[in-house]
């Protein structure tokens, strides 16, 4: 299955190419034809293409086919899923009588590609992000002196996506002469015709602007196709791009090119007739047999203990300034880690990672949705990825993190400067809304320390745990509340005021537990006796140990939160409690209600409600 | 202040802008200074590009700073925020003594601009989003048929950002040439240098690719910028790209150029010297006067009724198709409306009101970044933007989504496919975070409707409410429940079934309010009573409204949502009870909690959880 680029390939190399590609066309309309939906069209017009690449220029094992030592193929447009089962089942991933359990609620032959089918390293389906996986996948490669190649198959339609162009910009970039896309140009959007149809200058322009080798074939002319993987592979010093034009149902008159056939099945009817346009029919045993599914997925690569934190506890520090002191520490003993940011290493800290560990260290510049995506490509290939920007600028990635949570990735992300607490800067940079939005990732943890000794712990948690794990840090210097063998478990809190005569439990974390402190000690002095707690993971949260703590209080709760209302630390408490049979007897939510602006943290902090002097008020007024 | 091309302008007017320019950076310099933060370097690498287009290219209404028929500028750097006051304060719009307010507490002027400040029409300061705005506002002066032109200033860092490439391809696609970019490409971004550094023919290549007109030049030189603003002018049929080599604190030697300048004030004891450098001191009266922020922002304008939906009663419905006709209703009693999809008209049904209004309807393809900020734009100019993809595609949109909240920016979002109920595409396609992430926007209403008619009225309801409106629309086809008189306030909910007997509360919203009205017949017919309620309105809630229902079923609550546990209608409903001293006695919160994957939608549905069966179990659970 190796190319000699010298002679190029033979002719009857071209013939059998040629046969695969018949072979997953027709496969492609028989797997969504039983299943009565699916996209055939899409996959028609790539077949030459996934052929050749699949059977001639990649190094495929498919007794293993997730091994990062051999070639990896990521499918961006997902929904021609069918063609890349095709593929594997060809390749002799699996049989091909699972192909007819397509979209089946007992198969793993999803809709849409994920990494629960043998071979498939993320999730892809919503498009526009299969570029920045292939480039993570890439640079890990070389980050491991590794000879695997990535092939990353685009539709047109998806090129529309900004993230196609941030990924584009990364890979001309580092030089990523590893990294193929073979762009599978059909013309036909999902409602109409893409906005540049068949104009293949405008992408080799684009590609070739980003310092990529780019070239135009004719992707439905298989010599074409294996000469350009060729050239791909002959490559360096960057990235290659084979723009392909190809006709959508390619091959079937009756819907080559044709509108109104995205996302349909051929009818059951008119099958037969549409496969004969193509080849000879293909049998395919009636038993699809057992799930292919993989057993398992990756987990974090173990690590020993990093050195203890050395903070001096008269000190205050930032709990964003922490997490680059403990990705550096956790650096020393974890050479999995990589960490990239978003054009603010010098704020969130992760230069202090970075200057440690140049090697392991990446500038994503200010592309957060290729930031995200290329960690779910690095952790696909074992690494451990830590990402960062201002939390507010992670809004940007939502849907990549989305994506990565199906993809069952490993990905650390850390987000600084939450909340009204930055100050001067204004709304929009503040994160408001990060609580609520990662809390809705399937599988994420959501940490937010309120001290350097938890930003630490919670950081090495983060390189251990498996999934989406979120890191709110602050941009604040706090003081230093735990002493350096503290530990933090998941799920779990602290309580740092307690008595018998506590009349109240007040939840904060970051500046509203400093604050909920002061509020207690102000308290303390009228007699008042209130219970704080630090509530340093949001989510998973213990509603049975949260209920037995409020209970204590005569159910009476008060959390605080530099957040919105909606869906953060007030909320979650509240489902936690009702999901063990609990409720507070009285309740007060605090959180910011108004959209905020310009100003001094603690004139922030007084004027948005968040400070001890209202959190006091609110312990007064609910035990009234 | 009105270009002569055909001559250019005088050494008088060269002389004249240059020297506004000077008073650009030393405004932006003091006024920073003062304040003791912001980014004093990232404005004077843009005072001569600045000074060129306010009082050179510019056709300003100082009195009426927000007139859509005047020029419009939209500061996509929006960390350069002092360089636009001053540029304001200079044409008239606010004194200049303002500029001394700069970041403080009581001051209009905040570290990033708002459209609380007069002239400022989109909130910036998350970089990327302004080209998009821009671009709104030019294809909305083109419906109107006004003359305004319209002028983004863009940093080179912010280039990175995949939205900035959508924005290219949408304004070249529209040929967009009341649109003129300024790019300020001085080479350091915030940690470190920029991608592309001063490699000026990269940025030109990727204009050039998407059809714009694109020149280099030097952006320090006035005459230079004031010959391409003329070009700019000149040129018909393409959006125009100034792309200006610059340096970041130009004109005070020790920061011009220099790493480690980023959003740094110069120190009070150096400013004297950095002004001497530039050009006379500038007096400013020491007394900041009154506060010149907006007194209101714009609202939706009023239209008559829409013509009443005409549903047969007995056939089931999707509301996404519901959303599509009720737009269309809505375009013929109101001609403000836009409506844009994301390449999926045919899904979310937005092609019923773009075949009937194809001068109001706008191809978005995929890039639903640009899509959401065009919609910010287009607002601006009092336009009522629908904007529509599946939901959870929308989530790629999240940031601008929160820009568009802090821009008090009126804009509709239909989000179709929701939940597992989609079925057969998988978790790819499910948006099950949306309600959480759209719950979490400052003043959003987020509607959930569960028959065509509440979609028909809710629809109407956004073009009327000010805000960010999010319409959650689901892909099966669900009875009609309500007559078409029926009317839908915010906040409300409607009790569909209801008894003196009720024994608890059962709140569902699409698929599962018709799974828990099956549920609630199931039960009766076993002789227990269920009160139903259909909770069309997620946000706002009328906690008071919902105690008396839940009290009045001793108490009992069952929430079920085709969406993540997490910041959904399970949370909203205890949150908005907390908020009126009420707790459910006892509560069963039912949600998606692992996972979701291909299969039917009647299979999803049962496996995961939501089906009557599972309803009618958690009542018997809830009341034994």
């Given at each position: 299955m190796t190319a000699t680029p010298a002679t190029g390939p033979s002719a009857a190399t071209i013939a059998a190419i040629q046969e695969k590609a018949k072979r997953l066309s027709i496969l492609s309309m028989m797997a969504t034809t039983a299943a009565g939906s699916g996209h055939p069209t899409s996959c028609m017009s790539a077949a030459e293409l996934m052929a050749g690449t699949f059977f001639y220029a990649m190094k495929l094992d498919p007794k293993n086919a997730n091994s990062p030592d051999a070639d990896r193929f990521v499918l961006s447009k997902g929904h021609a899923a069918p063609v890349l089962y095709a593929a594997f089942a060809e390749a002799g991933v699996f049989p091909e009588s699972r192909l007819m359990t397509l979209r089946q609620f007992s198969s793993e032959l999803e809709g849409h590609p994920t990494p629960l089918i043998p071979g498939v390293d993320a999730a892809t389906g919503s498009l526009g992000q299969g570029l920045s996986v292939g480039a993570g996948l890439a640079i890990g490669a070389r980050m491991d002196k590794s000879p695997t190649r990535v092939y990353v198959l685009m539709g047109d339609g998806e090129m529309a996506e900004g993230q196609v162009w941030e990924a584009a910009e990364f890979a001309g970039y580092y030089?990523?002469?590893?990294?193929?896309?073979?762009?599978?140009?059909?013309?036909?959007?999902?409602?109409?015709?893409?906005?540049?149809?068949?104009?293949?200058?405008?992408?080799?322009?684009?590609?070739?602007?980003?310092?990529?080798?780019?070239?135009?074939?004719?992707?439905?002319?298989?010599?074409?196709?294996?000469?350009?993987?060729?050239?791909?592979?002959?490559?360096?010093?960057?990235?290659?791009?084979?723009?392909?034009?190809?006709?959508?149902?390619?091959?079937?008159?009756?819907?080559?090119?044709?509108?109104?056939?995205?996302?349909?099945?051929?009818?059951?009817?008119?099958?037969?007739?549409?496969?004969?346009?193509?080849?000879?029919?293909?049998?395919?045993?009636?038993?699809?047999?057992?799930?292919?599914?993989?057993?398992?997925?990756?987990?974090?690569?173990?690590?020993?203990?990093?050195?203890?934190?050395?903070?001096?506890?008269?000190?205050?520090?930032?709990?964003?300034?922490?997490?680059?002191?403990?990705?550096?520490?956790?650096?020393?003993?974890?050479?999995?880690?990589?960490?990239?940011?978003?054009?603010?290493?010098?704020?969130?800290?992760?230069?202090?990672?970075?200057?440690?560990?140049?090697?392991?260290?990446?500038?994503?510049?200010?592309?957060?949705?290729?930031?995200?995506?290329?960690?779910?490509?690095?952790?696909?290939?074992?690494?451990?990825?830590?990402?960062?920007?201002?939390?507010?600028?992670?809004?940007?990635?939502?849907?990549?993190?989305?994506?990565?949570?199906?993809?069952?990735?490993?990905?650390?992300?850390?987000?600084?400067?939450?909340?009204?607490?930055?100050?001067?800067?204004?709304?929009?940079?503040?994160?408001?809304?990060?609580?609520?939005?990662?809390?809705?990732?399937?599988?994420?943890?959501?940490?937010?320390?309120?001290?350097?000794?938890?930003?630490?712990?919670?950081?090495?948690?983060?390189?251990?745990?498996?999934?989406?794990?979120?890191?709110?840090?602050?941009?604040?210097?706090?003081?230093?509340?735990?002493?350096?063998?503290?530990?933090?478990?998941?799920?779990?809190?602290?309580?740092?005021?307690?008595?018998?005569?506590?009349?109240?439990?007040?939840?904060?974390?970051?500046?509203?537990?400093?604050?909920?402190?002061?509020?207690?000690?102000?308290?303390?002095?009228?007699?008042?006796?209130?219970r704080v707690i630090d509530l340093y993971c949001v989510k998973p949260l213990d509603g049975k140990a949260l209920a037995e703590q409020i209970g204590a209080t005569a159910g009476r709760l008060i959390t605080v939160e530099d957040h919105w209302p909606e869906g953060g630390i007030g909320e979650a408490v509240l489902a936690a409690l009702a999901s063990v049979g609990a409720a507070p007897a009285k309740s007060k939510l605090i959180a910011v209600t108004e959209m905020p602006h310009s100003g001094k943290p603690e004139e922030l902090i007084e004027a948005f409600g968040l400070s001890a002097k209202h959190i006091a008020e609110a312990v007064r007024a609910i035990i009234a």
């Open positions: 030089k990523l002469d590893n990294l193929t896309v073979l762009a599978d140009v059909n013309a036909l959007g999902q409602s109409q015709p893409t906005m540049y149809q068949h104009d293949m200058e405008i992408y080799r322009k684009k590609f070739e602007a980003e310092g990529w080798a780019a070239e135009v074939i004719d992707g439905h002319d298989v010599a074409a196709v294996l000469a350009a993987l060729d050239r791909a592979k002959a490559t360096k010093g960057r990235p290659q791009a084979i723009l392909a034009q190809t006709i959508k149902g390619h091959g079937v008159s009756s819907i080559a090119g044709k509108p109104n056939w995205h996302g349909k099945a051929i009818p059951k009817d008119q099958l037969a007739a549409a496969i004969e346009q193509i080849g000879p029919a293909i049998q395919v045993p009636a038993d699809p047999g057992k799930s292919y599914a993989r057993p398992s997925l990756p987990k974090p690569p173990d690590f020993p203990a990093p050195a203890e934190p050395d903070y001096d506890p008269s000190k205050p520090v930032a709990t964003r300034e922490a997490y680059g002191f403990a990705l550096k520490r956790l650096g020393a003993v974890n050479s999995n880690i990589v960490a990239i940011s978003g054009d603010v290493k010098n704020s969130t800290f992760s230069e202090i990672f970075g200057d440690a560990y140049p090697d392991h260290f990446y500038q994503g510049y200010i592309a957060e949705q290729n930031m995200v995506s290329v960690g779910v490509g690095l952790a696909a290939r074992g690494k451990v990825p830590f990402l960062d920007s201002f939390a507010c600028f992670l809004s940007r990635a939502y849907d990549q993190v989305r994506m990565a949570a199906i993809s069952r990735s490993n990905i650390n992300l850390c987000g600084s400067h939450c909340g009204i607490s930055i100050g001067e800067d204004g709304p929009s940079q503040m994160a408001l809304e990060d609580l609520a939005s990662f809390r809705a990732i399937h599988g994420s943890a959501v940490f937010y320390p309120s001290d350097a000794i938890s930003t630490e712990r919670l950081t090495e948690t983060m390189a251990r745990r498996p999934g989406i794990n979120y890191l709110r840090t602050s941009r604040p210097k706090t003081a230093i509340l735990y002493s350096k063998n503290e530990k933090f478990p998941v799920p779990g809190f602290k309580v740092l005021r307690q008595s018998a005569q506590d009349k109240a439990t007040v939840i904060g974390a970051g500046v509203t537990l400093h604050e909920a402190l002061k509020a207690a000690d102000q308290l303390k002095a009228e007699g008042i006796a209130v």
